[in-house]
């Protein structure tokens, strides 16, 4: 196919020719061609089919607004639907499909939906697919989304990848059209820091698409001259494809850059950007969207805005017809009749809705007065307009101007309303602008050239004179008032078909009025109702005509009615963009304990427990699944020595003259009198006296103390410890810092835990269990020098003891602790094994912590201390808190042994009904404890520690499960607590 | 004498990259000493520091260069002392010097450090760090904590192309991941 559409003149270059297909078929174009000038340019008018009614469609505008000309772009897993051809820059071996039909493009077979069009208007499935109620999802539904919509997913993995960033300026300019080119002139000499971003590849805006003349330049050429000298600032940072399509708090601005997609591969750079720029203030220069007149049949391919029939004829060289007409309400639907005949294409016509004399003179075209377009004819593509004086006029283009909208979404991100112009017709932004932006050109209704250029520099003079620089005092670029005169018509009424307003949704004016009939006449129950203004154009195009009939239907003006809210983004942002490149395992960081290598080099499998990879288990070869290699973990470690990585606790140094004091505050028992060289464990209330955390803390001296908390709530205890300190008790000389990652915790258990570590602490450090006995700690070296920490204490009931180096020894320490222990059978264990263990213990964890559970439930109720006041001491005396009948920790072991325990099993006392009303507490956590041979639990039970010995049943609907069990005490192993003291 | 003997390694030890515009180093012997300034003995405590190190502890926000070691102001009470530190006795080290004038914690195996130079160090660090790194707002020896990628960053700017990262050791092969990705994704 020839480029039989091609003008002479726009900015495309005409040396290079880029070859694409568009549903398999060869074409043309060039590079400065968007997919659709280069459509058009081949002569391609139909481009894809309506949203319900599969009427057949062709391009409408030239820029992101387009409602019609969606299209599948690349192929494979590269392949995106629901691009705007309007927008997609042409490259070599672009590969483009049409969407939502079934069969071909031409020959859609769903297209029958138009013929039932009568049964299918607004709301029709909320009416229609009533019975019976469970056909819905799996009937109705389906088979909806099947024959409408819009193009589909490839349903692989997009293999493309995209990033996030971070800009600050003291300017964000918002469009690089006139008003924003000429407000970073202005903002740039001036020396602020400026970005000026335009979501076309192009600048210059309009400029590109009209024949008006800048400082006695043309406009394009103006705008080029301008860039060039932005260009040579290095304060000014200039992006293009770049669309601003949010603003929120603090002036900080959402924008997407698409990096690489006029490019056939993204060569492994990100396709896009998803960038956050924080701006000191903001001009929006977005310019003004074309309105289209609703009249019968205008969805027709060939029927196009006025001013984007302008953009192809002077920027792509391209016309979207041969013969035309112009149906306009306003002065600057006459530009596009006269450049479009200064270019020799035919104008036959120009259609004023308003009984005025000529705007400008348009050589052959017949000035057609107080008319309007009332049907057209031709299904895949216009042939002919009939007037409502019913002459027809053959043409195979229409290009149609209901006025200008300004572009002003971004205005009422943050709640802006905006307000009627009656002059303009059209909705200009309010006064309750985000904070730190201004309006410039279009946008703010300033719909001259001359206006636009002056306002650009104005705004940016006054947002830069706030900040403290020096205005300009250099005039605004020169340029016309071009005529802009514009009268309300947003439908005609005359027409008997179908008249289209919203044409991705399949919107028309019956639909509206129907709206207003059935009572949905708030505009947000309209939207809603009929789908108006959803979907990738957001109804840039719709909004304004839709609403103004609804005002005429209701009988109020359209600021009376209102618009719907505009929020971001302005335009589609990809899933893609919005993940950047967290996705896989860098959806978040990853903590690696110190002795990983170790680890993964000796069979551990490992599990996340928060950011953190810890090993789980170590299978040894031959065991047959993860049972096996836990059970003989505890075995070994019970019965002569375990090892395991517990660096995850939480660490925090706490050193000053009331460290001790400050630790009384915190925690509920008392620290005041911790001796130096001992540790102890603390409890932690919340505020409302419910338990937070729980851990040890070591005196290191008498001004230094090593807490350690659990490794979930580490941060969280370090954060309340800082607000403690700062804000509660700032009096104290306390000092805070986290050591968590800084040394490297291993847990030493079982009888031979001793025996192994005198093996490598240094022998001028006596462990004997009479220089060192349970609840001691120390600063300690090992392995001929290396500094450490010893602590005796356990979470396992055995003989135990936590040594840590500086992390940087961690992984060797790990291989030293085994090298040594080799004599003694040790074993590394992981967190299944140690689980195993304190559960056997009766040490409570984050299953028995849970944020709902008090001291008292724990058995812990006598550590909080009456002698001093601590964080929730107070509270924790409630009566509620207090009853006879609160639950309480206490373990429990099935009836019959072979049974399995259920953690989360509700306790139910024989012979009651399984129900909320009997509930007696609940199953914490379970394990098969491999030294009893039967599985064990600890679990909260209504006055459970006067209820040993009574049997109740653990019912767990969930899983399905009911089991006799005993309540026993939570100690299984060693209740007194002898092989601690060893 | 010790039948057995601890290897020394870092996370990110040995690490020395040069990509195109730019170069990514983890500093050997990185050594960090937090020094937090007693209640009621701040005048004391600064005064001990100043004596220490030839510099003053500089403003919140702020860093100085005497020698090789780095004053780094972190908050009212609180400075790092960062230098080159072969052997695991840095705070031990400072400590000495300050007289027992502030409490000294060592931070040596909490952070790993990370040294980005070059003229694309910036446009890297667009793509990670949320604050505005621009020579007007953050200039040679300034300081900042924040996020990349959801880590907890200390960046300080040593050159004027120059930033020193410190994140957390744990996550030390995610952060420089992280700095990686960005450096590959820059055009």
């Given amino acids: 196919m020839t480029q039989a559409n091609r003008l002479k003149g726009g900015q495309i270059d005409r040396d290079t ?57 690349r192929t494979g897993a590269h392949l995106e639907p629901n691009t705007r051809a309007t927008m997609a820059e042409l490259y070599d071996g672009l590969t483009a499909t049409s969407q939502n039909h079934r069969g071909s493009l031409e020959f859609d077979l769903m297209a029958v939906a138009d013929l039932l069009s009568p049964f299918l208007s607004a709301g029709f499935y909320y009416k229609t697919f009533m019975w019976p109620k469970s056909f819905w999802e799996k009937v109705y539904e389906p088979a909806i989304r099947k024959s409408a919509g819009l193009g589909s997913l490839s349903m692989l993995e997009d293999p493309d990848i995209y990033d996030k960033g971070f800009l600050h300026c003291d300017l964000l300019i918002i469009g690089a059209g006139p008003a924003g080119l000429s407000a970073a002139l202005t903002a740039g000499r001036a020396g602020a820091r400026v970005i000026l971003a335009d979501e076309d590849f192009a600048t210059g805006g309009r400029l590109n698409a009209e024949t008006m003349d800048v400082d006695g330049m043309a406009g394009a050429d103006w705008a080029a001259q301008v860039v060039a000298e932005l260009n040579t600032m290095d304060n000014v940072h200039l992006m293009t494809r770049t669309t601003v399509y949010g603003a929120y708090d603090h002036g900080i601005y959402g924008a997407l850059e698409r990096c690489t997609d006029h490019l056939a591969t993204s060569g492994g750079k990100p396709r896009q950007i998803l960038w956050r720029i924080y701006s000191r203030r903001a001009v ?43 149906f306009t309400n306003n002065d600057d639907g006459w530009r596009s009749a006269a450049d479009l005949a200064a270019k020799g294409v035919s104008v036959k016509a120009i259609i004023d809705t308003r ?131 514009c009268a309300a018509f947003w439908h005609v009424r005359q027409s008997k078909s179908r008249a289209w307003l919203d044409l991705q949704n399949d919107v028309t004016v019956k639909d509206v009025k129907q709206s207003y009939r059935e009572g949905f006449r708030s505009v947000e129950h309209l939207k809603r109702y009929t789908t108006l203004g959803m979907a990738t154009d957001q109804g840039k195009t719709a909004n304004i005509p839709a609403l103004a009939i609804m005002a005429e239907c209701t009988g109020k003006s359209i600021p009376e009615t209102g618009t719907t809210i505009f929020r971001p983004p302005y335009t589609p942002i990809p899933l893609g963009a919005l993940g950047g490149r967290a996705r896989g395992k ?16 000796n069979g551990a499998t490992f599990v996340e427990v ?124 306390v000092h805070l810092i986290s050591t968590t990652d800084g040394w490297a915790q291993f847990a030493v258990a079982g009888p031979n835990a001793r025996n192994l570590l005198r093996k490598i602490v240094d022998a001028n450090h006596d462990i004997s269990n009479e220089a060192f006995p349970f609840m001691a700690c120390g600063e300690i070296s090992v392995c001929g020098g290396t500094p450490a920490r010893l602590f005796r204490i356990s979470f396992s009931g055995e003989l135990a003891y936590e040594v840590a180096v500086p992390a940087r020894y961690g992984n060797a320490m790990m291989g030293v602790l085994m090298q040594a222990g080799k004599e003694f059978d040790a074993v590394p264990y992981g967190t299944e094994a140690l689980g195993v263990m304190r559960i056997e213990k009766g040490h409570a ?34 009566p509620e808190m207090n009853r006879e009948d609160a639950i309480r920790l206490v373990g429990f072991q099935p009836v019959n042994k072979a049974d399995k ?30 030294n009893l041979g039967h599985s064990i639990g600890l679990g909260f039970i209504k006055q459970g520690h006067t209820r040993k010995g009574e049997i109740v049943r653990a019912v767990s609907p969930i899983h399905g499960t009911e089991v006799e069990v005993e309540i026993v005490p939570a100690h299984f192993i060693d209740p007194e607590g002898e092989r601690l003291r060893v | 004498m010790s039948d057995y003997h601890l290897i020394s390694a870092p996370p990110l030890a040995l690490y020395d990259q040069s990509f195109e515009g730019v170069s990514l180093i983890a500093p050997a012997d990185f ?140 996550s030390a092969h995610s952060f420089l991941h992280a700095i990686e990705i960005s450096i590959r994704n820059i055009a």
């Fill in chain 1, 610 to 733: 928060g950011n953190w990879l810890r090993a789980q288990w170590f299978a040894r070869p031959g065991e047959q699944g993860w049972r096996d290699s836990v059970d003989r973990e505890v075995v070994m470690t019970r019965r002569s020595v375990g090892i395991c990585d517990v660096t995850t606790l939480g660490k925090i140094d706490i050193q000053g003259r009331d460290a001790a004091e400050f630790l009384n505050k915190v925690y509920a028992n008392a620290f005041g009198k911790l001796a130096v060289g001992k540790v102890r464990y603390g409890l932690m209330l919340r505020e409302d006296g419910i338990c937070y955390d729980d851990g040890t803390a070591a005196r290191l001296s008498d001004n230094h103390f090593v807490m350690t908390t659990t490794t979930a709530n580490a941060v969280l205890v370090f954060r309340r410890l800082e607000f403690a300190r700062q804000c509660l008790w700032p009096d104290m000389d």
């Fill in chain 1, 845 to 878: 964890a984050g299953n028995e912590l849970n944020g709902q559970t008090t001291a008292l439930n724990l058995g812990l109720g006598g550590m909080v201390s009456k002698k001093k006041d601590s964080i929730g001491s107070i509270l924790s005396e409630r």
């Fill in chain 1, 355 to 485: 009984d005025a004399p000529a705007v400008m003179d348009v050589p052959g075209a017949r000035h057609i007065r107080n008319a309007a377009v009332v049907n057209t004819v031709g299904r895949k593509g216009l042939r002919s307009i009939t007037l409502t004086d019913d002459q027809v006029i053959d043409v195979d283009c229409l290009a149609v101007s209901g006025g200008w909208s300004p572009n002003l979404h971004l205005t009422c991100h943050q709640r802006g309303r905006p307000v009627w112009d009656e002059g303009l017709c059209a909705f200009v932004p309010g006064r309750d602008l985000p904070p730190g932006m201004a309006v410039a050109g279009a946008a703010n209704g300033a719909m001259t050239l001359a206006t636009a250029l002056s306002e650009g520099r104005d705004m940016a003079n006054a947002q830069i004179k706030e900040l403290g620089f020096k205005a300009s005092r250099k005039a605004a670029p020169k340029a016309e008032d071009e005529p802009q005169e």
């Fill in chain 2, 31 to 170: 050594a960090v000493v937090s020094i937090a300034l007693p209640l009621g003995g701040e005048a004391a405590a600064l005064k001990a520091i100043k004596s220490a190190f030839g510099k003053a502890l500089p403003d919140v926000g702020k860093s100085v260069l005497s020698k090789s070691v780095r004053l780094v102001r972190m908050s009212l009470d609180q400075g790092f002392v960062i230098f080159s530190h072969a052997t695991p006795d840095a705070e031990s080290f400072v400590a000495k010097k300050l007289k027992d004038a502030a409490y000294t914690t060592d931070q040596t195996d909490v952070w790993t450090g990370l040294i980005l130079s070059g003229p694309k160090a910036r446009t890297v660090l667009e793509r990670i760090c949320p604050i505005d790194l621009h020579g007007q707002a953050f200039a040679v020896n300034d300081t900042a904590r924040t996020t990349m990628e959801h880590l907890g960053t200390l960046i300080i700017r040593t050159g004027d192309d120059e930033f020193l990262l410190m994140s957390a050791s744990s």
């Fill in chain 1, 284 to 326: 929006l220069a977005a310019g003004a969207t074309e309105r289209p007149i609703a009249f019968g049949n205008n969805d027709r391919p060939g029927i196009m805005l006025a001013g984007a029939v302008r953009t192809y004829v002077n920027r792509f060289g391209v016309t979207p017809g041969h013969e035309l007409a112009v």
């Fill in chain 1, 586 to 601: 860098d959806f978040r960081p990853t903590r690696l304990t110190p002795s990983h290598e170790w680890a993964k080099n």
């Fill in chain 1, 901 to 930: 325990l259920t953690a989360g099993a509700h306790f139910i006392n024989r012979g009651d009904a399984a129900n909320m009303a009997n509930d007696q507490g609940w199953m914490t956590s379970v394990a098969y404890s491999p």
């Fill in chain 1, 17 to 73: 020719t880029l070859n694409f297909t568009f549903n398999g078929r060869n074409m043309q174009g060039h590079p400065g061609d968007t997919l659709a000038s280069a459509l058009l340019a081949n002569g391609q008018r139909l481009v894809g089919r309506s949203f319900k009614y599969h009427r057949p469609r062709g391009i409408l505008t030239a820029g992101s607004e387009e409602p019609n000309a969606l299209v599948q772009l």
